[in-house]
């Protein structure tokens, strides 16, 4: 990696060819007054007014993720100190409209309803992203990018399998990114609660279940009290080779799998994850109020409390994995934890989602009015100087060289000022940019909580990152479900949703077999065979197009 000076970092004109690294959104009546927060990084400020070119930039609206993860004095997820570092070395004029984290689908809808939907789209649901497109909300662009792009046209040419990625009904409607091969959803467990009870890691779902009753039956915390949990359905869907499968939205609702080179709906993983969970609830080894903890913070507060002895979440290898590791030893000193490869089942051993080494996460709203600016700020987030000032802050500021790559110079400092802005890098091509992206590289192994969880991520890797236990999507199709079949599928989600849940907190009184002959039966009277019709002839019609997970891992000895 080349060394970004302050100067060189805070210099970025419109002479950088643009490029995509991030994902903004904002709101143009918030007009909130911060201090620090609406002061830009280093003399970014006065070096890029001083080589603007005569006469305004071009204004666009672009979408950034609210995750209300902001510090206090930073101001807004839309004003704060890195929108203000942008819009005044960017190219264009940036409005930022800020989209919840949790059900953004819902706030685009409404944005789209009212004509106020950004002009840049960036959103990591590839199902909603492909449903913008179906219903030509989004545009193709093809020539947007043979006529304005420079670095993403670099990125996209001579990678086949990211060009079959963004394109949709044979264009290219969206921005893909490549990423280096990292751990993002992880289950972690109580090593130290395992030795105690003289327990040897779960290697199986059978023996998972075991351990699960062992941690919430027999005091593993030596208070003398019954008050811990075993575990928490995070990631159980991928026990079974569900989870991504098809539509990532509806791990249990929708299960579509290769069979003899047919892609068809399958009931047997839904019954057997179902009847899992059930033993799980049963056995009173999860929060009896699980399905209401939605955004999963009851669960993260029983980790970091000591008081849950398996764990799941996701960005492991990031600030906000690192953060939960902290609290949860700050509270409990003599925890030890360790990374859990999920457990065989009866379909075989998987990962969670996070190997996969590219995506897409932005389009061009069909309203857009100004595609050329919207492509040359695009390229421009692509730029190394961008991508890696958003990345590590300013030299001398947030970091410092050793062996090549920046390393922070006050940990504290960047989680107030840098570390929140993640959501501003999604269209940073950090497949390209080398070792020193990897998040190990932010931390200092000279202390015990880094090395620690220097430790965990080797391990992330090492259990979730191989073909032996791939991640369970096997094919991405280049289309999506027709208007109506989406209503009959979303209409089936809730029926299905709903059996389910009855099935897992009703007891004696609403088996598993019983669930599943309902949802079946509500599957088919619903018109549910319709739509799995739709998917088996997708994958027989468009297999030129098709992305097969497995062919991911190649990339692995490259």
Known sequence: ????????????????????????????????????????????????????????????????????????????????????????????????????????????????????????????????????????????IDDAISKYSTNYKKVITGNETLQKLTRFNGKTFFFGRTLPFSANHYVMIRQDWLDKLKLPMPKTTE????????????????????????????????????????????????????????????WDRPKADLAFKKALYDAGTVDKDTFTDKNGAKMQQDWVNGKLGIYGSDVLEGAKGFEVYNTLIKNNPDAKVTILPLPKSEFGQFSPAGAVPMQFTSAINATA??????????????????????????????????????????????????????????????????????????????????????ELIKQGRAAYITPDRPTTSEIVLPITLTDDLTVIKNTLKNTLTNIYTKAVVGGTGYTVDQAMKDAQDAWDKGGGKKVDDFYTKAYTDNKKDVIFTKDYYKLLTK
């Not at 210099?11 to 007054?33: F, N, Q, R």
């Not at 203000?84 to 919840?100: D, L, M, S, T």
Request: net charge negative.
């Open 369 to 454: 009015k100004n595609v050329e600016a919207v492509v040359k700020y695009v390229d421009w987030l692509m730029t190394p100087e961008v991508q890696q000032t958003l990345m590590y802050g300013i030299e001398g500021v947030h970091y410092k060289m050793v062996d090549g790559c920046p390393k922070p110079i006050d940990a504290e400092k960047n989680k107030k000022e840098l570390t929140w802005n993640g959501d501003f890098q999604m269209m940073s091509q950090t497949g390209t940019m080398g070792k020193c992206v990897d998040y190990t590289n932010q931390l200092d192994p000279s202390k015990p909580n880094d090395k620690a969880y220097i």
């Open 1 to 140: 990696m080349n060394r970004i000076s302050k100067k060189k970092a805070a210099s970025i004109t419109l002479a950088l060819a643009i490029s995509s690294t991030t994902l903004l959104a904002a709101c143009a009546s918030d007009k909130e007054k911060t201090d620090s927060a609406t002061t830009t990084p280093g003399a970014a400020s006065t070096a890029a007014a001083s080589a603007k070119p005569a006469g305004p930039k071009p204004k666009i609206t672009v979408s950034i993720y609210d995750r209300n993860n902001v510090p206090e004095g930073e101001g807004t997820i839309t004003n704060n100190r890195w929108t203000k570092w942008i819009n005044e070395n960017a190219p264009v004029q940036v409005e930022f409209i800020p989209v919840p984290r949790t059900n953004s689908s819902e706030k685009w809808n409404v944005l789209f309803a009212a004509g106020q939907a950004p002009d840049l789209i960036m959103e990591f649901s590839n199902p909603y992203m492909k449903d913008l497109a179906s219903k030509g909300q989004i545009i193709p």
């Open 207 to 266: 023996e998972y279940l075991q351990v699960a009753k062992a941690f919430t039956e027999q005091d593993p915390d030596g208070n003398g009290k019954k008050d811990t949990l075993g575990s928490t359905f995070y990631d159980v869907d991928y026990f079974f080779q569900l989870g991504q499968a098809s539509d990532e939205t509806l791990p249990m609702i929708t299960s579509y799998h290769l069979n003899n080179d047919q892609y068809v709906r399958t």
